[in-house]
């Protein structure tokens, strides 16, 4: 009797990145982002100072909470800093 074939496991094949298609797309992609830019340029670079500007406020939002915000100790600023902590302070 011959062993029984349809059990065999397949690993499950995941499809190229750069298989014809993906090449096909990815330089139609290219080709769009390059006449989007070329078009569009004063639009784009008009936006940017105002992007710059804006990106302000949220880098201080995400800068500022690895290290407790200011303030620290939720007290009197001027207040000595309980002993074994640094008087460090913005």
């Not at 936006?47 to 690895?66: D, N, Q, R, S, Y």
């Amino acid at each position: 009797m011959e062993p029984h074939t349809d059990h065999i496991d397949h690993q499950q094949q995941r499809p190229s990145r750069f298989s014809a298609a993906n090449i096909v797309l990815y330089g139609f992609l290219a080709i769009a982002a390059f006449y989007l830019i070329a078009e569009h340029r004063a639009h784009l670079l008009g936006w940017l100072p105002w992007l710059l500007i804006l990106a302000c406020p949220l880098l201080h939002v995400f800068m500022h909470g690895k290290h407790g915000g200011h303030g620290g100790q939720g007290g009197d600023r001027n207040s000595s800093p309980p002993s074994g902590q640094s008087s460090h302070q913005h």
